[in-house]
């Protein structure tokens, strides 16, 4: 396969040296299921999951909303640390989902939840799963029960869409996405993947459209709630159209870019707005500083060596 390569402002930027070592079967890496590249998505992950966001916070009103409290404040919690994936097409980012899930499951985090676009794309995630060793069974998806019924699953990969996450509670029927929650319970410290992730952009309304703000999408807000509700979970984000508008970050909460003492924004409306003023140059250099936290990596495959020939058709009258 063509190399992984990273090109303009990103590629002059070191991450950090990592320590984080994954537990993964020989057969992934020594019979080339995971090349390097790949594995070092695995060891990144890793290593951003296994440390906590500063500052301390409290769910506000609503479950997509968070406030900052001092540390020491009642039924306060801490973030944990994610990571962001925004390798582009080509690159085996399901491989790369597959290896994150697989390096948590060997040190005893048995359950995952991955969410995607549509139910069309979990067979796609059913194969880059098989392509690691895993079998396709170990993934199901939430549809197979009913919204009032409990997630009957000892162990595996719950999979399920943003339009599924959204779904509210409907009379004695817990919301799908308290139904998830049940199912990993309140403690859960395995691995939430957002696979597709702009799926869920403008989680935060207030984005610049043709008819003034824009409202806070369904979506955005039940990813929000979703990450809010298990603060332990290892979050993983992946879209190959990450750090390109600001819409497309809003809902990208466990990467410290707002809040907190250390944050570089005091808000979310204040990143957004300095993101808006700043446009595309800043956004390359929140790219660049969240590479060299170690929290994203975005590469592309090589064209190197690739020879095309132009091929002519001439048309007739």
């Not at 595996?156 to 817990?174: E, F, I, K, N, S």
């Not at 990208?252 to 944050?263: H, I, K, P, Q, V």
């Amino acid at each position: 396969p063509s190399p992984l390569v990273e090109s303009g402002p990103m590629a002059s930027v070191p991450p950090p040296a990592p320590t984080y070592r994954p537990v993964l079967p020989e057969a992934l890496t020594g019979d080339g299921r995971l090349s390097d590249a790949q594995v070092e998505t695995v060891i990144y992950a890793g290593e951003a999951h296994a440390q906590h966001l500063p500052g301390s916070w409290l769910l506000g009103e609503a479950a997509h909303q968070v406030l900052l409290v001092k540390d020491d404040h009642p039924g306060a919690v801490r973030f944990r640390k994610g990571f962001f994936l925004g390798d582009g097409t080509g690159c085996g980012k399901g491989r790369q989902i597959a290896g994150v899930i697989a390096d948590n499951i060997a040190q005893g985090r048995e359950r995952a939840v991955w969410l995607s676009k549509n139910d069309a794309l979990l067979e796609d995630a059913r194969r880059d799963w098989a392509a690691i060793g895993g079998a396709g069974a170990d993934i199901t998806p939430q549809s197979a029960w009913k919204q009032a019924d409990a997630i009957r699953l000892e162990r595996g990969v719950l999979y399920t869409t943003y339009a599924t996450l959204r779904q509210p509670a409907r009379g004695d029927r817990a919301s799908r996405l308290d139904q998830i929650v049940a199912w990993l319970g309140a403690d859960f410290e395995g691995v939430i993947v957002f696979d597709e992730a702009h799926a869920m952009a403008n989680a935060a309304g207030g984005g610049k459209g043709a008819r003034g703000p824009k409202k806070a999408s369904q979506q955005g807000m039940a990813g929000l709630a979703l990450q809010n509700r298990l603060p332990n979970a290892r979050i993983l984000y992946v879209t190959a159209t990450g750090a390109t508008t600001p819409e497309n970050l809003a809902y990208a909460a466990r990467l410290g870019l707002w809040g907190g003492a250390e944050a570089p924004f005091p808000t979310r409306d204040a990143f957004m707005d300095a993101v808006e003023a700043g446009g595309v140059a800043v956004m390359e250099l929140i790219a660049r500083e969240l590479k060299a936290m170690g929290l994203y990596l975005a590469r592309s495959l090589s064209f190197d060596g690739v020879e095309y020939e132009a091929l002519r058709h001439e048309l007739t009258a």
